[in-house]
DNA sequence: TCATTTAATTGACACTATGTCATTGACATA
DNA sequence: TATGTCAATGACATAGTGTCAATTAAATGA
């Protein structure tokens, strides 16, 4: 049923898109333009304006198998009868979500650059974020109902706060600039986060 | 001592400066082109960079000041003798540092929007967290040494892990896309940091 | 006072990038 | 074979940047 024709233009996005990540991971997004990448996947110019919006859209495509990864951390179970158990659900949860990022450190890097630069990039971000969030704040409400977590707390403020520290640290190892390793830096967020840093030791 | 000239010459630079804030102000950073900044301050396209390197570089001018505040901040004496007294000025430093960010609302909103724009600004910026994370660390050691704080814990990592969630929610602040106020904020974030989410209750 | 030097100001210019669109030509269809 | 369709293209209009030679007006000094 795919004739030719449309096997060409597959053919076509394709190369475009391979020659965009090439570019991407080579130049950064912002050094990245339009011409670089038809020159790379050996396209007229106008040819990219068929099948993508814009330098924005290039990455929003590419993103897209990434963020699906994301969600599917975001929404695993949780359901501890223990603090013992949640601590160790909570480390798990950390565990994938940082390595997930590892595992695409040049792609995470050309996405953080992208997002200061990119209104939809940004928002697909936050998207992320948001889902992250939403799912801790179950979480913690769960653990409340349990009796495991202090009760006075304000859920989705808590979950916000254990987010943004995981995404903090995120970035820096992204980056490559976190002196300690990252089962340090996890064990840390989690003992704090559940603990505190005054707790009886 | 001072001319004619050269009072021309800071006066035409303070004209710019001006008009450079008022434009961020009304289009954002992104938007704002070196060609509105010169027609708002009624001079020539040249003149603007006879003063400014770039577009970064009236930023850069702008948040000299602000800069200056947040580093007196960062700086607040931090010798507590019990865990009742270290809690007070937790709360006091972090209710400082976001009232600073919100009475500077408009102009934090350009700085996020540059960071992710402008190395040169990112740079700045990273140069305020810098100055946080050390001073925090130092904190830390310190209460460790009064033996007030878990002496297992790296204090450069538990600082970096606090101020990254106090820069979060005050972009969140900033941004105005947080659902609680400013106090409920502090109080959680502190309570978090210094108890835990499963401390006792 | 007037000629000369010095310095602030200027906009035209060269350059780079974007997004559009009329044109082209190879494939599909009847 | 003739005709229609659509992927591919690059020239063009537009918009922004940073530079620099020319201009103008203040400072200097004889």
Known sequence: MINTRQKQAIETKKKLLKAA????????????TIRHIISRAQTGYGTAYVYFKN???????????VMEQFYEVASLPFTPSTKKEAQDLIVNQ????????????????????AIGNSPVIEANWQNIRDRFISSITQDILYAQSKSLANPQLIPSLVARSWFY??????????????????????????????????SSH
């Open 21 to 32: 990540e090439a570019v991407f991971f080579e130049q950064g997004f912002q050094q990245t």
């Open 55 to 65: 330098k924005d859209d290039f990455l929003i495509e590419l993103m897209k198998e």
């Open 94 to 113: 950390v565990r994938l979500f940082l390595s997930l990022a590892m595992e695409r450190k040049e792609f995470m890097r050309i996405i953080k650059e």
């Open 165 to 198: 520290t995981n995404e903090m640290f995120m970035w820096e190892l992204i980056n490559g600039d976190s002196a300690e390793s990252m089962e340090e830096i996890i064990q840390h967020m989690t003992v704090i986060y559940t603990n505190g840093l005054y």
